[in-house]
């Protein structure tokens, strides 16, 4: 039982460019959120899903695409990364939107 | 949207001592979470608390949903629980966590 994995852990981005955040999780759980943690700050919502094939915006989602096509896995998306993006991102699962939630280990991005 | 609240930003510990956390939130809420962010990045999360009182060990945690508040206790710290506390509502009708700023937590031996 690995938990929540995210890859890669570490990525450097060119201005521009474009790459996939992937996040993996079973525990069979529906619930799936994207956070950004900037330094020195709390963590932000991107995008959330509730399930297989539901996707909502949560706080912070302009420059970003997330899809669900199967339970487990939950992609988060950079269209045309900006230097702004630079951050950590966390990735959680949870069984339901109304239980604890269990945090990946996070994907240290910096955009140049 | 909902306005999350921690205090205090900051504190200082010795070892053995004890310290209560509080996160005020602005809107209502259908559950609330606690979690601790150690020196590594890892977010661990502590209590799952929509309302009442939860203990684990030396934490605990109360949530008074009706007055928007919630409250972490630490007791006897030790060196192993710096790091950042965050509390994370859930306003109600939502499935968004909005987390606040943290308190930054640092024990002394």
């Known amino acids: 039982n690995a938990g929540v994995t995210q890859t890669p852990k570490f990525q450097v981005l060119k201005t521009g460019q474009s790459m996939t955040l992937q996040c993996a999780q079973d525990m069979n759980h529906e619930y799936m959120s994207w956070y950004r943690q900037d330094p020195g700050m709390g963590l932000r919502l991107i995008h959330y899903s509730v399930g297989a094939g539901i996707t909502d915006q949560g706080e912070v989602p302009n420059g970003y695409n997330v899809s669900r096509s199967t339970t487990e896995d939950f992609p988060l998306r950079l269209l045309s990364a900006a230097p702004s993006q630079t951050s950590v991102y966390f990735c959680a699962s949870s069984y339901e939107g109304e239980q604890p939630q269990h945090f990946g280990d996070g994907t240290r991005l910096s955009i140049l | 949207g909902i306005q999350v609240e921690q205090s205090p930003p900051d504190l200082i510990l010795q070892e053995g001592a004890n310290s209560t956390l509080r996160c005020n939130f602005s809107d209502s809420v259908n559950n609330l979470q606690w979690f601790h962010q150690n020196p590594w990045g890892q977010l661990i999360n502590l209590f799952y608390i929509p309302s009442g009182t939860k203990q684990n060990g030396r934490l605990s945690a109360t949530t008074v949903a009706t007055e928007r508040y919630s409250l972490l206790y630490i007791s006897s710290s030790q060196t192993t629980d710096s790091g950042v506390y965050f509390c994370?509502?859930?306003?109600?009708?939502?499935?968004?966590?909005?987390f606040g700023t943290g308190t930054r937590l640092k024990v002394l031996a």
């Open positions: 994370a509502p859930c306003p109600s009708g939502t499935y968004k966590y909005i």
